[in-house]
């Protein structure tokens, strides 16, 4: 049995911490104290810590956790992160925890930014995906191109719809004021946010999401829908192909208020 922990940390960051009750991975630890508490209070070992891309509210807390617990570290392979780590890129397979972690490539945030995809954490797919997809949203682009983080976007959606998605940032209500917004005769969406402001009033986590309720609500991954591409044109008569409509959306999120 394994168990997820999201572990709050600064003003709005998740660290994720997988554990089967001994042993223990972390997920882009930009705060190492938060991690030591839950590892003290949890009497956990940890084995592993995952970063997904460069950004120090996830790699704050890289060197102390490995230097006091020996976890080893996976990193991306064209980012520079806390060393010693090993690279990785798509087409790898980490063991951790016993189960099979894939690599990702999920350019577009930054530009080697990694996802880690494991298809059965306890019989649910689970997605480390860092500042790439948040729920309502996704990462802006601070290295990447419109092309690419489209591109990451289509490999996350293809994932199966079941899939527990773990976004480091609880972003998700800001996300979905401007999702109402663009895709504004979207039941599925007003449900959702009802259901969000609902969480947040209680002080819960929005998070995880699932790759099939994204699929419903999240307009970053509906830029090919009528209303999306309709809200584009609006700041870009010129958006034809997909990478422009996307462009254009993420552009509307930037100037939204
Ligand atoms: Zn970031
Ligand atoms: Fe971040």
């Not at 064209?78 to 890129?89: D, Q, W």
């Not at 019989?123 to 092309?147: I, N, Q, V, Y």
């Not at 209500?173 to 999702?179: I, K, M, P, T």
Request: with cysteine; charged share 20%.
């Amino acid at each position: 049995m394994l168990k997820i922990i999201a572990i709050p940390a600064f003003n709005d960051n998740y660290l994720w911490l997988l554990h089967d009750g001994k042993r223990a991975l972390v997920v882009d630890p930009g705060d190492a104290t938060p991690v030591f508490d839950t590892l003290a209070e949890l009497n956990l070992k940890l084995d592993v810590i995952l970063v997904t891309h460069h950004h120090l509210d996830h790699t704050g807390g890289v060197s102390a956790l490995r230097v006091k617990t020996g976890a080893k570290v996976y990193g991306p392979a064209t980012e520079n992160i806390p060393k010693p780590y090993e690279a990785v890129s798509e087409g790898r397979n980490i063991t951790a925890l016993g189960g099979q972690f894939q690599v990702i490539d999920v350019p577009g945030h930054t530009s080697g930014h990694i996802a880690y995809f494991s298809p059965d954490v306890d019989g649910k797919p689970l997605l480390f995906c860092g500042d790439t997809l948040f729920s309502g949203g996704c990462g802006r682009l601070f290295e990447g191109t419109p092309a690419q983080m489209l591109g990451s976007l289509d490999k996350l959606a293809t994932l199966p719809g079941n899939t527990v998605v773990c976004c480091t940032h609880e972003y998700t209500l800001s996300n979905l004021r401007f999702a109402v917004a663009v895709d504004p005769d979207n039941a599925d969406l007003s449900r959702y946010q009802t259901h969000c402001i609902n969480l947040r009033e209680q002080n819960l986590p929005t998070l995880p999401t699932s790759i099939a309720q994204e699929l419903l609500i999240n307009p970053f991954l509906r830029t090919r829908q009528p209303a999306l591409v309709a809200a584009a044109r609006q700041l870009d008569a010129s958006a034809q192909d997909d990478t422009a409509v996307f462009a254009a959306v993420r552009q509307l999120k930037n100037q939204f208020k």
